[in-house]
């Protein structure tokens, strides 16, 4: 890859999940097609995700970005071959290893970091990756985190650790999040797990994290100002550190081959069968339901689910991912005699679907989502009123934004986090009825309904402008690279 004398280089070291490896991508090529060159590094199968993509950026702009493989030391650890992200790992006993595994990818990268031309003048580091501070500090190169979370979350999290207020009430009777711009209430039951850890594990963990981030030089994060400009300003009052809000990050894929393969390489047959069957519904009749990529529902609380979706007497698109227990829900569609009651108006995707493509569509009237902070804002940006699930991290906060706050969503009524690994300890918590019931007040017609569907299409609207030229998702972006770039001039 060639360079110019003054050309600025960034390296992006992204989590090992989708959630995170996705808006990663999207910012490396936003901001390769800004003229910076970037170096993007990580496992061999999260390159693999992400090369269709960058590769047809760089053929068709001639975008400066090169993925640098760094491979997991995967038997070290008593990893299965390929289990180079979080949703590979095919049990829960084993995530405690990929983590282990995940602390030793450090070395070399630093051996590919010491060998890059021109050097690097900036680390964008996903913040759970906490030894990429020392990293920084060895090649004396500032750090700007980026962990996948909206300043909303990044408020609740500061106050809620800084005031303490979590610790003195009974675990699930609500407590008042202080000083925030709105009335917000959670138990303490259904915070993230660096305020509500599970384990000492998780705790130390957490603590490390924390830690590293107090000496990052900024936050890029994956929003835009008009969505929630009160808990922006919120947040950078309270930190030292800056904060660029550069979303929504989805709609940095323009064409549909982007848009389809986002996180993924599938075929390119798959996407024509789905917008086909999306054309066949009328506007906003159709229920799209996917809880992310790395929920491990128990198979009673995924049938319940399916129940619920069949219940709901709607055409839906149920994307059936239960990883490590895969083939016995797909049995249960077949054998319970599910697949033939639905067939009429069930799309059943197994595995991963191409969600921004199919929450594009006008067809999909409302979005059955776990509240990742990815999703949350692909609904949003897709103008579509959500049926809300939160299961953990920072989900429930999400969750709050979307229903209380944006007044786009209704809730299933779940009430606690479950941990994740830890779901067998709770067994089923939502039931077909509630999940029925929460689609029916977000799809049935009338005014509650139309007001809800008024909101989020007008959020949309607000999202696509923050990325146009000239809107400030656009501006912060430029911000972002000229502040990076006066420090290199230095
Ligand atoms: N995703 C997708 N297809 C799937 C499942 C997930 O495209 O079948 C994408 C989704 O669009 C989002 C990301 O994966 O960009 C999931 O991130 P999120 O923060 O919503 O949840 P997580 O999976 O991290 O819990």
Redesign the pocket.
Known sequence: MGSEPHQLHLIMIPFL????L??MADMAKKLAEQGVMITLITTPVSAARMKPVIDRAIAKSNLKIQLVQVPLPLHEFGLPEGCDSV?LVPSRNLLRSFFAALRELQKPIEQVVSELKPSPKCIIADKHLAWTAEIASKFRIPRVLFD?MSCFSLLCTHIIRKTQVHTSVPISIPFVVPGMPDHIEFTRNQLPADLYPNSEDDQDFHNKVREAEEGAYGFLVNSFEELESKYIEGYQKEKVSKTWCIGPV?LFNKTDFEVAR???NMAATDEKQFTKWLDSWPKSSVVYA?L????RLLIPQMIELGLGLETSNRPFIW?V?VNDQQEEIENWILDSGFKERTKSRALL?Y??????LILSHPSVGGFL????????L?GITCGKPMITWPMF?E?FYNQKLIVQILKVGESVGVKFVVQYGQEEKFGVLVFRKDIEEAIDKVMREGIEGEDRRERAERLGDTAKKAIEEGGSSYLNMKLFIEDIRKMDMS
């Open positions: 999940a989708p959630g995170h996705i808006p949703d996948g989805s986002r996180g993924n996917c992310g990529s790395v929920n994307v991912n995707i595995g991963w679907a191409p969600q921004v989502t776990h509240c990742g902070w990815n999703s949350t692909e991290a989900q």
